[in-house]
């Protein structure tokens, strides 16, 4: 869902590989990426507006907003490290 400025919606899946998986929200640095989770959807819960400290986990989806560019770069394409 793009909006101008290269901004818009993506539901994003956490891998085993994904690079934050297993890290928190403040640990991956995606807020300075320009990148804010909105909702995790885990199993059947959702977690809105999820604090700096929520830890993602494989199979997590989120609802993110930000740059599309800065999320394919911070949350999925990168491997772990």
């Known amino acids: 869902m793009p909006a101008p400025g290269g901004y818009g919606i993506s539901q994003i899946e956490i891998l085993e590989d994904s690079q ?9 640095l995606l807020k300075g990426a320009g990148v804010l989770i909105l909702t995790i959807e885990r199993k059947n819960e959702s977690i809105p ?27 999925y394409t990168l491997p772990k490290q």
């Open 20 to 28: 934050i998986a297993n890290k928190t929200i403040r640990e991956a």
């Open 49 to 75: 507006n999820p604090s700096a400290d929520m830890k993602f986990i494989v199979d997590d989806k989120l609802i993110c907003f930000g740059k599309l560019a800065s999320m394919r770069s911070q949350i």
